[in-house]
């Protein structure tokens, strides 16, 4: 009743008529065209119009017909007289009915209309457009002219340029219209291209594509509103009061449609969410089929580079083949996560994909693929360091044969010699001392032989490619060797037997070899020694490398003095020769070593030493920049390891906490997945690390306990637990607004869950769900929990998330709520029927998702025999299936 009286003051106030200002010639062309033109809309439904408003309304005729068409009621029998009297008796029928609608009139009398008094005449149309036109229109609790502004600022809050605050001046430029129109039909005007400089184009625009396709005759001049400094409020009101009037209308059929539009297009969206998992799941297994074998290959190569290579392929797919798997991989079970939640609340059956290509069957294959990549990985290193001992060995065997086949030389040939048989007794002596210092030689070589037999039965046991080469050089050796030891042998006793008729020896000689002997061995010894090849992996291995080098080299001023020492002896056999005129023919009767050879060999020494320096100073430096790689990477793993842990503690509690509402778990859940998203260059830098070390052939680090393995499993798993629980709070939140579940029923429900979560693991098992349904009042027999069950936990993983929980208890209440909006959908297409035709769907609905419909309604059969005809529940089961609705 209140509010009818501020509608009747509202009346009130606009009756006001304002006299001075009717006095404006131009407020007063635009009121007489658009309260024409708006009465001409309705009159043109009884066939007749109006062409002068003082003068066509003065028999009252027209007039009465106008309200009979704008109320829908029946009003006296006109006067069908000439007479002045009978078109007053006229004219007052219809101001009384218009007083009967709760108006009153102000200085409005029949006699005035009667005689044409134009003044009079608009300011009784105005309130007849008051009455019919604004008075009945609400919006948000306000209504008349309120609420049109209202509805109109609504309307028109999204476009620029526009800003509606009254019926006059807000509208010269023509955007509101303009704005109005597109809100409703965008098909109808591009408004983007519309400017707010050019209101002629805007206010024509509008009223010609509203008169055109809206049915809205043009009641209002764009010359007039533009060239009017303050346009007539009462001519805009009339005219966007047919604006209102035409879109609501259409809005409940859109409603309706749009309600049905929504069920399909659920629909069709499910069925692409599962062609989408079908063949995600199936393009995943394939590749994991693929890629299992190649992991589990583990044929040898016999080079370092082939396996280098090998190594290198394997990075590739690292870092460029799975990552896009892993991320396939977690879409595929947020996609199949929203599709049952979805399904679930159209209350459809659960999702079962094909044989195979069940979430568990897939991570069943991501575990053998992973087992398998862990097992190359560790394959693949373990054969580089095979290779790289095979390499170093080899090189080994090479020198250290090459050298002794060098000293072999012509042994066999100097030992078969017959010299001794026609050689004085003198020489005689000369060749027992010279096979003397030969046979320490000999002995002298024998480490040699067994370093070298040695070094071949390791490469045997490595399995080392080129073995057989090796082994037949190693047996030439040895057997070279035992041929070398027995004709030793033998002329040794050739010479014992004769060294009896030798007495003659020079000691000068003799000491000479004796000295020369050991010393040359030494030389040679030391030269092998600084070229030898060397492998290391730590610091402390170089050094101590280096600090035997060192000690070498202090030794060098006492060999320096031997060799002083026997250059000396040397030198003083050459005085006595000289001295004594002793034929020796230039030559040492007891060794092959000469001056030359000690000197030669002691500047190779010498030349040798700083190039040992050299090496080691270099060995030294990479060793100290494997400990920096090292040490770097440990820095940042010992930092990065300790981080996801956390994080993954932290996404643990926020998910079973309950702090705040869904949507601020939500946004709290997707800053954290920033931040983690935002630590990939992180992991990305550890990744360069990883790799410089693994280039740098480091195999083992003391400054940390996580290898990049380590890192990457929790990196995965970080990534995999953020993605999952973001999912599972936005199911929660359609839950929640497909159910209409309050925030306050969410608490509720978790902290039921969580208290009967015993293990804080985010499921209760079945026998803790069982517990907390009793608790909440349910009488359950082990036939009903097992139905509960298989709604709750469709895949038999014997546990229920807290989605399937809040799922449950929300489904109870979800029914009765769908099922009104299918017959609320139902009557609005049905209309007076209590059936629907298929072409009324094609009419309402857009085609593909008309026919979609129509197409699941097939089976059914209409009511009465009429064909192609649906009641309510053929219409809901070809909606939403066999169901409880």
Same mark, same amino acid.
């Given at each position: 009743?209140?509010?009818?009286?501020?509608?009747?003051?509202?009346?009130?106030?606009?009756?006001?008529?304002?006299?001075?200002?009717?006095?404006?010639?131009?407020?007063?062309?635009?009121?007489?065209?658009?309260?024409?033109?708006?009465?001409?809309?309705? &009159? !043109?439904? %009884?066939?007749?119009? #109006?062409?002068?408003? @003082?003068?066509?309304?003065?028999? =009252? $005729?027209? *007039?009465?017909?106008?309200?009979?068409?704008?109320?829908?009621?029946?009003?006296?029998?006109?006067?069908?007289?000439?007479?002045?009297?009978?078109?007053?008796?006229?004219?007052?029928?219809?101001?009384?009915?218009?007083?009967?609608?709760?108006?009153?009139?102000?200085?409005?009398?029949?006699?005035?209309?009667?005689?044409?008094?134009?003044?009079?005449?608009?300011?009784?149309?105005?309130?007849?457009? &008051? !009455?019919? %036109?604004?008075?009945? #229109?609400?919006?948000? @609790?306000?209504?008349?002219?309120? =609420? $049109?502004? *209202?509805?109109?600022?609504?309307?028109?809050?999204?476009?620029?340029?526009?800003?509606?605050?009254?019926?006059?001046?807000?509208?010269?430029?023509?955007?509101?219209?303009?704005?109005?129109?597109?809100?409703?039909?965008?098909?109808?005007?591009?408004?983007?291209?519309?400017?707010?400089?050019?209101?002629?184009?805007?206010?024509?625009?509008?009223?010609?594509?509203?008169?055109?396709?809206?049915?809205?005759?043009?009641?209002?001049?764009?010359?007039?509103?533009?060239?009017?400094?303050?346009?007539?409020?009462?001519?805009?009101?009339?005219?966007?009061?047919?604006?209102?009037?035409?879109?609501?209308?259409?809005?409940?059929?859109?409603?309706?449609?749009?309600?049905?539009?929504?069920?399909?297009?659920?629909?069709?969206?499910?069925?692409?969410?599962?062609?989408?998992?079908?063949?995600?799941?199936?393009?995943?297994?394939?590749?994991?089929?693929?890629?299992?074998?190649?992991?589990?290959?583990?044929?040898?190569?016999?080079?370092?580079?082939?396996?280098?290579?090998?190594?290198?392929?394997?990075?590739?797919?690292?870092?460029?083949?799975?990552?896009?798997?892993?991320?396939?991989?977690?879409?595929?079970?947020?996609?199949?996560?929203?599709?049952?939640?979805?399904?679930?609340?159209?209350?459809?059956?659960?999702?079962?994909?094909?044989?195979?290509?069940?979430?568990?069957?897939?991570?069943?294959?991501?575990?053998?693929?992973?087992?398998?990549?862990?097992?190359?990985?560790?394959?693949?290193?373990?054969?580089?360091?095979?290779?790289?001992?095979?390499?170093?060995?080899?090189?080994?065997?090479?020198?250290?044969?090459?050298?002794?086949?060098?000293?072999?030389?012509?042994?066999?040939?100097?030992?078969?010699?017959?010299?001794?048989?026609?050689?004085?007794?003198?020489?005689?002596?000369?060749?027992?001392?010279?096979?003397?210092?030969?046979?320490?030689?000999?002995?002298?070589?024998?480490?040699?032989?067994?370093?070298?037999?040695?070094?071949?039965?390791?490469?045997?046991?490595?399995?080392?490619?080129?073995?057989?080469?090796?082994?037949?050089?190693?047996?030439?050796?040895?057997?070279?060797?035992?041929?070398?030891?027995?004709?030793?042998?033998?002329?040794?006793?050739?010479?014992?037997?004769?060294?009896?008729?030798?007495?003659?020896?020079?000691?000068?000689?003799?000491?000479?070899?004796?000295?020369?002997?050991?010393?040359?061995?030494?030389?040679?010894?030391?030269?092998?020694?600084?070229?030898?090849?060397?492998?290391?992996?730590?610091?402390?291995?170089?050094?101590?490398?280096?600090?035997?080098?060192?000690?070498?080299?202090?030794?060098?001023?006492?060999?320096?003095?031997?060799?002083?020492?026997?250059?000396?002896?040397?030198?003083?056999?050459?005085?006595?020769?000289?001295?004594?005129?002793?034929?020796?023919?230039?030559?040492?009767?007891?060794?092959?070593?000469?001056?030359?050879?000690?000197?030669?060999?002691?500047?190779?020494?010498?030349?040798?030493?700083?190039?040992?320096?050299?090496?080691?100073?270099?060995?030294?430096?990479?060793?100290?920049?494997?400990?920096?790689?090292?040490?770097?990477?440990?820095?940042?793993?010992?930092?990065?390891?300790?981080?996801?842990?956390?994080?993954?503690?932290?996404?643990?509690?926020?998910?079973?906490?309950?702090?705040?509402?869904?949507?601020?778990?939500?946004?709290?859940?997707?800053?954290?997945?920033?931040?983690?998203?935002?630590?990939?260059?992180?992991?990305?830098?550890?990744?360069?690390?990883?790799?410089?070390?693994?280039?740098?052939?480091?195999?083992?680090?003391?400054?940390?306990?996580?290898?990049?393995?380590?890192?990457?499993?929790?990196?995965?798993?970080?990534?995999?637990?953020?993605?999952?629980?973001?999912?599972?709070?936005?199911?929660?939140?359609?839950?929640?607004?497909?159910?209409?579940?309050?925030?306050?029923?969410?608490?509720?429900?978790?902290?039921?869950?969580?208290?009967?979560?015993?293990?804080?693991?985010?499921?209760?098992?079945?026998?803790?769900?069982?517990?907390?349904?009793?608790?909440?009042?349910?009488?359950?027999?082990?036939?009903?929990?097992?139905?509960?069950?298989?709604?709750?936990?469709?895949?038999?993983?014997?546990?229920?998330?807290?989605?399937?929980?809040?799922?449950?208890?929300?489904?109870?209440?979800?029914?009765?709520?769908?099922?009104?909006?299918?017959?609320?959908?139902?009557?609005?297409?049905?209309?007076?029927?209590?059936?629907?035709?298929?072409?009324?769907?094609?009419?309402?609905?857009?085609?593909?998702?008309?026919?979609?419909?129509?197409?699941?309604?097939?089976?059914?059969?209409?009511?009465?025999?009429?064909?192609?005809?649906?009641?309510?529940?053929?219409?809901?089961?070809?909606?939403?299936?066999?169901?409880?609705?």
């Amino acid at each position: 009743m209140d509010q009818y009286d501020d509608d009747v003051d509202y009346m009130h106030q606009e009756d006001d008529w304002d006299r001075d200002l009717l006095l404006d010639p131009a407020w007063e062309k635009q009121q007489r065209k658009t309260f024409t033109a708006w009465c001409n809309s309705h &009159l !043109r439904k %009884a066939g007749t119009q #109006i062409e002068n408003i @003082e003068e066509d309304f003065r028999d =009252g $005729l027209k *007039l009465m017909l106008l309200l009979e068409v704008i109320s829908g009621e029946r009003l006296a029998k006109p006067e069908r007289g000439k007479m002045r009297v009978h078109k007053i008796s006229n004219v007052n029928k219809a101001l009384d009915f218009i007083a009967s609608k709760g108006v009153k009139l102000v200085s409005i009398g029949a006699e005035e209309i009667v005689d044409g008094n134009a003044k009079m005449t608009l300011g009784m149309i105005w309130t007849i457009i &008051l !009455r019919f %036109a604004i008075q009945d #229109i609400s919006v948000e @609790e306000t209504s008349a002219k309120e =609420g $049109l502004l *209202l509805w109109c600022q609504r309307k028109t809050a999204p476009y620029k340029n526009v800003n509606i605050q009254n019926f006059h001046i807000s509208w010269k430029d023509g955007l509101g219209f303009c704005a109005l129109i597109h809100r409703h039909r965008p098909e109808l005007i591009d408004y983007g291209k519309l400017r707010k400089d050019d209101p002629m184009t805007n206010l024509n625009t509008a009223f010609d594509v509203a008169e055109k396709y809206l049915d809205i005759p043009k009641m209002l001049d764009a010359e007039d509103i533009i060239s009017t400094l303050r346009p007539d409020e009462k001519a805009v009101m009339t005219y966007v009061s047919c604006y209102y009037h035409a879109f609501s209308g259409k809005q409940k059929a859109e409603t309706a449609a749009n309600r049905i539009c929504k069920v399909l297009a659920v629909n069709q969206e499910n069925e692409q969410l599962m062609e989408d998992y079908e063949k995600l799941a199936s393009d995943l297994l394939e590749w994991i089929r693929r890629t299992i074998p190649w992991l589990e290959n583990r044929m040898p190569e016999n080079t370092m580079q082939a396996m280098q290579q090998k190594l290198e392929d394997f990075r590739d797919y690292r870092r460029l083949h799975k990552p896009p798997k892993v991320q396939e991989k977690c879409q595929l079970e947020i996609n199949f996560n929203t599709l049952q939640t979805k399904l679930r609340l159209s209350n459809r059956p659960a999702f079962m994909p094909s044989e195979g290509k069940m979430v568990s069957d897939i991570n069943n294959a991501w575990g053998n693929l992973e087992g398998a990549e862990k097992g190359y990985e560790e394959w693949l290193l373990n054969e580089i360091r095979r290779l790289e001992r095979l390499d170093h060995l080899a090189e080994k065997f090479r020198q250290k044969a090459a050298i002794h086949e060098a000293w072999t030389e012509g042994k066999e040939e100097m030992l078969q010699k017959r010299d001794y048989e026609t050689a004085s007794l003198s020489e005689i002596k000369a060749l027992l001392k010279k096979h003397e210092a030969f046979e320490s030689d000999l002995a002298a070589h024998q480490d040699r032989v067994e370093q070298i037999a040695a070094i071949a039965q390791e490469l045997n046991e490595l399995d080392y490619y080129d073995s057989p080469s090796v082994n037949a050089r190693c047996q030439r050796i040895c057997d070279q060797w035992d041929a070398l030891g027995a004709l030793t042998q033998k002329r040794s006793e050739a010479l014992q037997r004769t060294e009896k008729l030798l007495e003659t020896i020079d000691q000068l000689y003799l000491e000479f070899a004796k000295r020369a002997a050991p010393f040359n061995n030494w030389m040679e010894g030391a030269m092998e020694d600084l070229q030898d090849t060397f492998i290391v992996h730590t610091i402390e291995e170089i050094q101590g490398l280096s600090t035997a080098h060192e000690q070498f080299k202090a030794t060098l001023p006492e060999a320096d003095k031997e060799r002083q020492a026997i250059l000396g002896i040397h030198n003083e056999i050459a005085k006595i020769v000289q001295t004594y005129h002793v034929n020796m023919a230039g030559t040492n009767p007891y060794t092959t070593i000469n001056p030359q050879e000690i000197n030669a060999k002691w500047d190779k020494v010498r030349q040798l030493v700083p190039q040992r320096d050299q090496a080691l100073i270099e060995e030294h430096a990479r060793q100290q920049n494997n400990e920096r790689l090292r040490r770097q990477f440990a820095n940042q793993a010992n930092v990065i390891g300790p981080w996801i842990q956390t994080k993954m503690e932290e996404i643990g509690r926020i998910s079973i906490e309950m702090h705040g509402t869904l949507e601020d778990q939500l946004t709290h859940l997707r800053q954290y997945e920033k931040s983690i998203v935002n630590y990939k260059p992180k992991i990305d830098q550890l990744e360069g690390d990883h790799q410089l070390i693994q280039e740098a052939l480091i195999f083992d680090n003391k400054h940390t306990n996580y290898t990049m393995e380590h890192i990457r499993v929790g990196w995965e798993q970080l990534l995999t637990t953020i993605a999952r629980t973001i999912n599972e709070i936005e199911n929660q939140i359609l839950t929640r607004d497909a159910k209409g579940i309050s925030q306050e029923q969410l608490n509720e429900f978790r902290a039921s869950f969580n208290h009967f979560d015993r293990k804080r693991t985010g499921m209760m098992d079945a026998e803790d769900f069982k517990t907390c349904l009793i608790s909440m009042g349910y009488n359950l027999g082990e036939n009903e929990f097992s139905r509960i069950m298989s709604i709750v936990d469709p895949n038999r993983m014997g546990v229920v998330t807290f989605q399937a929980f809040i799922d449950f208890m929300s489904r109870e209440t979800a029914d009765t709520d769908t099922a009104d909006q299918v017959m609320a959908s139902f009557k609005v297409l049905a209309g007076d029927k209590n059936y629907i035709l298929a072409d009324e769907l094609r009419r309402e609905l857009p085609p593909d998702q008309a026919e979609y419909c129509i197409a699941r309604m097939a089976p059914y059969t209409g009511p009465d025999g009429v064909p192609g005809a649906l009641d309510y529940m053929s219409f809901s089961t070809a909606l939403y299936g066999e169901s409880d609705l």
